[in-house]
């Protein structure tokens, strides 16, 4: 049996930083799974439906990686998966507090280790949130995003 990595996130939506990350997972883990959190707490642009999918169609290419989404803990979905490593990117020192605390309480309540990647500092400054703020006001988030994506933010943000 090949080891499995979990990415999490909430994606909304995905970035080219988040690709990135996931890509390079995927030639280190023999499968890789994309792990949506339906985030009841938060309200995000897209439904979780909709970050699936759009998430879908970014990693196609990639044989050994596919995308579900769940709700819950984090550490229960690694074990229903059969994941046995959580792999998330860092952009900077600004990601580590909170990233490292995560980290910590998965180890505590589920002995599910992390491995935090270094984002290419091509996309250190990439965030899902900046992206729609600057496509909320009619910027040019292209190359930033997938163009699927970026067109499904348009659509949201600026032709609504
Ligand atoms: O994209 P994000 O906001 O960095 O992703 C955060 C995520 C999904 C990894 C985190 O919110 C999470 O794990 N949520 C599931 C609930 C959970 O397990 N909470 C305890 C984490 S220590």
Known sequence: MGLTALCP????????GHLDVVGRAAQLFDS???????????????SVEERVRLLEESVKDLSNVRVGSFRGL???HARA????VIVKGLRAISDYEYEI??????Q??????????????????????????????????EGLVPDHVRKLLIDRLVDA
């Open 32 to 46: 890789v799974i994309v792990g949506v959190v339906e985030n009841p707490s938060k309200t995000p642009l897209f």
């Open 9 to 16: 996130g909430t994606f909304d939506p995905v970035t080219n």
């Open 101 to 106: 605390q995560m980290a910590q309480m998965n």
């Open 108 to 141: 505590r309540i589920g002995e599910l280790d992390t491995l935090f990647m270094a984002t290419s500092p091509k996309w250190s400054f990439l965030s899902s949130s900046l992206v729609k703020e600057v496509a909320s006001y009619g910027g040019d988030v």
């Open 81 to 84: 998966q059969g994941a046995s």
């Open 74 to 76: 984090l550490v229960d």
